[in-house]
């Protein structure tokens, strides 16, 4: 099954880092998923404390399973649609201090951590 006939939903929030490295990457390499920000949708935020599993952003939605942390995203994402390449480069900027190490933001507002 290609990444594209696959159901992929990409949870974020508008203050987190993490959130804004992985959305970086999809403009980068051009790739569009439907978002669900549980900042501005409580609907979003509440189905993933449900199904998620983790209290945390970014969370990628692969088929129903959670996949969590900025740089297992971009990783799958990559390799998904053919973008490895461009999503090694991803994951080792922060070596570079363009982009924050691989990591999340809780959705309680109690910080980030890498």
Do not use: W
């Not at 804004?20 to 790739?31: C, E, R």
């Amino acid at each position: 099954m290609t990444a594209t006939a696959r159901d992929l939903q990409l949870y974020v929030k508008d203050d987190c880092p993490y959130c804004h490295k992985v959305l970086d990457f999809m403009a980068s390499v051009g790739i569009s998923l439907p978002l669900r920000n549980i900042s501005r949708d409580p609907d979003a935020r509440a189905y993933l404390i449900e199904h998620g599993g983790k209290r945390q952003v970014p969370c990628l939605f692969v088929d129903g399973e959670a996949l969590y942390e900025s740089d297992a995203i971009i990783a799958y994402l990559g390799r998904a649609f053919g973008q490895v390449a461009s999503a090694d480069a991803a994951t080792s900027a922060h070596d570079e201090g363009a982009a924050p190490q691989g990591g999340a933001c809780s959705i309680d507002g109690t910080g980030c951590h890498a």
